[in-house]
């Protein structure tokens, strides 16, 4: 008897060593938002030390404290260590509806656009490329070499969504919270996660007011 595919909203996130970690606490924290949402999270070693230096977050990715990264409901999240290649989310026979790498270091786009599979991250964004289901990176890196351009390209052409961490200034943003916001808003929207992070060009915007 062949089961039915299952109801769960299923997403992945993964945070690599690329500076810029606070987009990825970001995403954490808005899809954690929705209950729906079954969030599957993993987190790189060098992740680990620049949640350190940017954030003053000491993360124990051995025996992992959702409270430590200090994000509200932390602790709906289902953790897999980096180097668990066993996990759930290392089969494509385990539905996840989308993946997303935030912030995706370089040496990740190199190794995912290769082919590669060493650890759980590159594992679970190689199944996201072989089951042609959603997989959306956030560099944030510059300037950009040849190599990081062939690679970003690679990944593009097998369908890859590219969002590099590039804030726009259109909505007049006023904190760098809101520059971030912009990029995590663009990201939850190729997750098809709803989301209230500031108006969308073309809608009705509210007067400012200065304080």
Same mark, same amino acid.
């Given at each position: ?12 996130? @993964? ?5 810029? @970690? ?64 066993? @996990? ?11 993946? @997303? ?27 996201m490329i072989k089951e042609k289901r959603p997989?959306v990176v956030v560099p944030r890196e510059t ?6 351009l062939e690679n970003l390209l690679a990944l ?56």
């Amino acid at each position: 008897m062949s089961r039915k595919p299952s109801s769960v909203r299923r997403i992945a996130l @993964a945070i690599t060593g690329a500076s810029g @970690a606070v987009y990825g606490l970001r995403v954490l924290e808005e899809i954690l938002k929705q209950r729906e949402i079954e969030l599957h999270l993993t987190i790189s070693a060098s992740a680990k030390k620049v949640l350190a230096v940017e954030h003053g977050i000491d993360v124990n990715l051995d025996k992992f404290n959702p409270s430590a990264l200090k994000v509200p409901g932390a602790e709906r999240a289902i953790y897999h260590h980096f180097e668990n290649v066993a @996990a759930p989310i290392a089969s494509g026979s385990f539905h996840v509806e989308a993946m @997303a790498i935030v912030p995706c270091s370089m040496g990740s786009v190199g190794r995912i656009a290769h082919g590669l599979s060493d650890d759980l991250i590159q594992r679970a964004a190689d199944v996201m490329i072989k089951e042609k289901r959603p997989l959306v990176v956030v560099p944030r890196e510059t300037p950009l070499s040849a190599i990081h351009l062939e690679n970003l390209l690679a990944l593009a052409r097998l369908g890859v969504t590219v969002l590099p961490a590039a804030p726009g200034f259109y909505g007049k943003p006023r904190s760098v919270s809101e520059m971030v916001d912009f990029i995590v808003a663009r990201a939850l929207d190729h997750l098809h996660v709803p989301h209230e992070l500031g108006p969308r060009w073309g809608e009705k915007q509210e007067v400012k007011s200065k304080k």
